[in-house]
């Protein structure tokens, strides 16, 4: 198969050369037409010249003698090459014009009747040599050759050779210098094709150049956020099954061993095994569900239909669920949002079980309006959360140190919130409270 850049640049000469001939076949039948309409009028004044000499002239009848100076005085007046013959052929007057031009070589000579058996002849421009009358190619001329540029002194071998020279120097110079321009254009699909290669071959950290204001460099910063979105996607599955076969172990391991003591463990200690082993499920349970839904929101899957919801209801039994007060801005009737609902209050309870398990007992929840977004508002009395980790803790999997070992948990629950917020439209941030504590703020979008 040919480059792109080949096929490219060999449409281009085509179409050059299609538009030249073209061009030339136009020309050449202009040239035609033009010259068909000087033969004519020169005919018709030939003709007219005729009538009016014949007028002015002695009858033919008349001497010779006296023919010849009344032809030689008109041929003077009108400055014409000119010559009369009589009705049997033989040349009776002749003008100096016409005989210093009727020895030129390649000269015409065409002729009228004057209506009485007289001849009137007329020198009017050069004769074309053999095989080059109007309408006919001289055998020399090559056939690729437009017939206008093959007669002599219009093209090859005359004056015109110029003009044959230019035309031909014109399309070399655009032909070459249409091939730069197309290589370049085509060179830069071939490193975004070299790019894309690479990039399915598993270096997803490769990038091409977007460099330009063109399609192409268009094409390339359209790759170029694809492939970091897909490398993102890619990296966060890897983080995410990493972390949980991490996480997995740790509930996995207490299992076993339970089942290994509950078979020499006492009566009075069984119990405490079984307690364990249901605890132990309850948290494979929830990770590998927590796991499930990051998985299906990163990739953003379809969770549900999006429907109008009442914020203000789904906050109350979320509150009074969690024992938490509730703390709606006063005034408040209700609050509307759209989205998915069973998202939503999976994020509140998530905000909630996360400063229940952090913040210690005095939690509380409340709601406001800011603009055209509602602000769910969740604090706690808890030790707070540093500046710089503010923004990691929504991380798959991240928890701050020594929370895992007082609290436990497997640190998906906040970066949910920010999948769901996300979602739906909106953001979720921490701060610090006043008196001490942190707040974390969700914001959705008002229906």
């Not at 492939?227 to 966060?236: C, D, P, T, Y």
């Not at 463990?265 to 990770?287: F, M, N, S, Y």
């Not at 569900?289 to 998985?295: D, G, M, N, P, T």
């Not at 941030?429 to 008196?435: F, L, N």
Request: with cysteine; glycine share 10%; hydrophobic share 45%.
């Amino acid at each position: 198969m040919k480059s792109l850049y080949l096929r490219i640049y060999l449409t281009l000469v085509v179409l050059l050369l299609a538009f030249a001939f073209g061009s030339a076949w136009l020309f050449q039948r202009h040239m035609e037409q033009e010259r068909g309409n000087i033969e004519t009028a020169a005919g018709e004044r030939m003709t007219a010249m005729a009538e009016l000499l014949k007028l002015a002239l002695p009858p033919a009848t008349a001497p010779e003698d006296e023919q010849a100076e009344a032809f030689k005085d008109w041929g003077q007046r009108l400055r014409m090459p000119v010559a009369l013959r009589d009705a049997s052929g033989r040349r009776i007057a002749i003008t100096q014009a016409f005989e210093r031009r009727s020895d030129d070589a390649g000269v015409i000579v065409v002729t009228a009747t004057l209506g009485d058996g007289r001849v009137m002849e007329m020198v009017r421009g050069p004769r074309p040599p053999p095989g080059g009358r109007p309408g006919v190619r001289p055998d020399d001329a090559p056939p690729w050759v437009p017939l206008w540029l093959s007669r002599p002194g219009a093209g090859f071998g005359g004056g015109g050779g110029a003009l044959a020279a230019v035309l031909v120097l014109l399309f070399v110079g655009v032909a070459l210098g249409a091939f730069p321009v197309v290589r370049r254009l085509t060179r830069r699909l071939e490193t975004l094709k070299r790019g894309v290669e690479q990039f399915g071959a598993g270096q997803l950290g490769h990038r091409v150049d977007e460099s330009g204001k063109d399609e192409v460099a268009a094409l390339a910063g359209s790759f170029n956020r694809a492939a970091a979105r897909i490398e993102g996607l890619v990296r966060s599955n890897q983080s995410l099954l990493a972390n949980a076969s991490h996480e997995l172990r740790s509930p996995l391991a207490r299992l076993k061993m339970a089942f290994e003591m509950l078979q020499d463990a006492p009566e009075a200690g069984r119990e405490r095994l079984v307690r364990e082993i249901h605890t132990d499920v309850a948290e494979l349970d929830a990770l590998v569900e927590e796991v499930l839904l990051a998985s299906r929101l990163d990739a953003g899957s379809e969770l549900g239909s999006a429907a109008k919801m009442d914020l203000l209801g789904l906050l109350a039994e979320e509150a009074a669920r969690a024992e938490v007060p509730f703390e709606p801005a006063a005034g408040l009737a209700d609050a509307a949002v759209q989205g998915q609902e069973r998202l939503v209050r999976r994020a509140v309870r998530n905000l909630l079980e996360n400063a229940r398990r952090y913040g210690g007992p005095e939690a509380t929840l409340a709601l406001r309006r800011t603009g055209s977004q509602w602000e769910i508002l969740v604090s706690d009395r808890g030790p707070g959360v540093p500046v710089d980790m503010r923004s990691r803790i929504f991380e798959p999997f991240f928890r701050l140190p020594g929370h895992a070992e007082v609290a436990g948990g497997v640190g998906l629950g906040l970066s949910l919130v920010k999948q769901i917020a996300e979602r739906h439209g909106g953001s979720v941030r921490c701060e610090d409270r006043e008196g001490g504590g942190s707040v974390f703020t969700l914001r959705l979008p008002s229906a």
